[in-house]
């Protein structure tokens, strides 16, 4: 079987878009949480907060024909990828045209504001905005298609709309495409964009944190206290490769895949499964051919919603028992549904590397209900490993788990 390897990685968070400047602000035990006061006027949404990615702009970057199929979220995830391509050394060559050049890459869905135009057409039987490009913007593989189109990318095309799973899943998909010689190189990650429609969804399942003049104290994943989720945004993209081929390019490689595991509850579409849960991360164990003892650390979903922190917490100290430590991003970043997968992928490759990891902020009791484990809490901690484990979960039950290898 190939060997697939990360040889490039861009992002945009709302912590920065480099390694650096995320550390920092993290090590600072800075999160990106903040009053969303343009939501005041939202009468039926309880939440006023979001992770919005501050000042980002491609409009002098990008000519108006390019920009014109893209919304916030595709704009992102084709920024991302131009610096991951950059970041791979791949600007200047003829490998992404070649046909064995693919991209895997999910979001939630496209920009919901395109949708005002079909809705101004069902309401008023007319629409002054709708326009050729206005589903190109809307769909949910509008991220996938937009990057393809502006790097001319001419091999297989995974589209994974799978919400929370959607960039893990891309990153899955991905590496099972280059170990069966469907592709050399395959563009994957994720992206989603802050809006309240997003936030309505899960303001409507009473599953958002209503701190809305603490913003700096919520969410709080695994933390008795939660009181709910926080909806961020971003994009994250890697260029995985087949490592022969990186190696006899020069390629810096970042770490390798080696694990890839997902499933579906088949139960409810809501209400997370731990038993279901407990088989992905076990499928990821099996592909990777490891056992639990091989992995150093977890990167837990931690959405601080009740049942899912209890759910995934119980299915990752059935794998691993309660030594096992793990942490949750989205105390920093927020839930940034399609871009978390990727994003936590990214930031967990770092911190391995480095043999340090962030621990999960306003964590600081945590839930008797959720699974015995080492919750990384107060500092980081140094820990040198040469395996880490990704989770995410996503509504439909929809449950992954990828395995990285240091380089």
């Not at 979001?50 to 916030?72: E, H």
């Not at 990318?153 to 994974?160: E, F």
């Not at 603490?214 to 260029?239: C, F, H, S």
């Not at 990727?342 to 990891?357: H, R, S, T, Y």
């Amino acid at each position: 079987m190939r060997r697939v390897v990360i040889t490039g990685i861009g992002g945009i968070t709302a912590l920065g878009e480099d390694w650096p400047t995320i550390s920092d602000n993290m090590k600072s035990g800075r999160s990106a949480i903040r009053r969303m006061d343009g939501w005041e006027r939202f009468d039926g949404i309880n939440t006023r907060l979001g992770a919005p990615v501050m000042g980002f702009s491609v409009d002098d970057r990008y000519s108006r024909k390019k920009l014109r199929t893209m919304g916030p979220v595709a704009r992102m995830a084709v920024y991302a990828t131009e610096q991951a391509i950059e970041d791979a050394g791949l600007t200047e060559t003829e490998e992404l045209k070649n046909g064995r050049t693919g991209v895997a890459y999910g979001s939630s869905f496209g920009s919901p504001n395109s949708v005002l135009t079909f809705a101004e057409l069902i309401e008023d039987g007319h629409s002054k905005s709708l326009n050729a490009t206005s589903y190109i913007r809307m769909m949910s593989h509008t991220a996938a298609v937009n990057i393809g189109l502006f790097f001319g990318v001419t091999g297989r095309l995974i589209p994974t709309s799978s919400a929370c799973t959607a960039s893990s899943q891309a990153i899955g998909y991905a590496t099972e495409a280059i170990r069966w010689n469907k592709a050399d190189i395959m563009i994957a990650g994720g992206g989603d964009e802050l809006d309240v429609t997003e936030t309505a969804v899960f303001d409507t399942l009473y599953a958002t944190s209503v701190k809305n003049d603490a913003p700096n104290e919520t969410p709080r994943p695994y933390d008795k206290d939660r009181d709910g989720l926080v909806i961020g945004e971003g994009a994250v993209t890697m260029v995985l490769e087949e490592r022969e081929h990186a190696l006899a390019r020069g390629a810096h490689i970042f770490a390798e895949i080696v694990g890839f595991g997902t499933n579906t509850d088949g139960n409810h579409v809501t209400q997370p499964q731990a038993s279901t849960m407990e088989v992905a991360l076990r499928l990821a164990l099996e592909d990777a051919e490891l056992d639990p003892n091989a992995i150093g650390f977890v990167s837990g979903h931690g959405t601080a919603t009740e049942w899912g922190d209890i759910a995934e917490t119980q299915a990752t100290n059935a794998v691993f028992g309660s030594q096992m430590p793990i942490h949750s991003l989205k105390s920093y970043f927020g839930h940034s549904l399609g871009a978390c997968g990727a994003m936590e992928a990214w930031l967990g490759v770092e911190m391995m590397c480095a043999n340090e990891f962030f621990p999960t902020i306003n964590l600081n009791n945590v839930d008797e209900r959720c699974g015995d484990l080492d919750y990384v809490m107060d500092e980081c901690v140094n820990i040198e490993t040469e395996y880490l484990m990704s989770n995410n979960f996503a509504f439909g039950g929809i449950n992954t788990s990828l395995i990285f290898r240091r380089p």
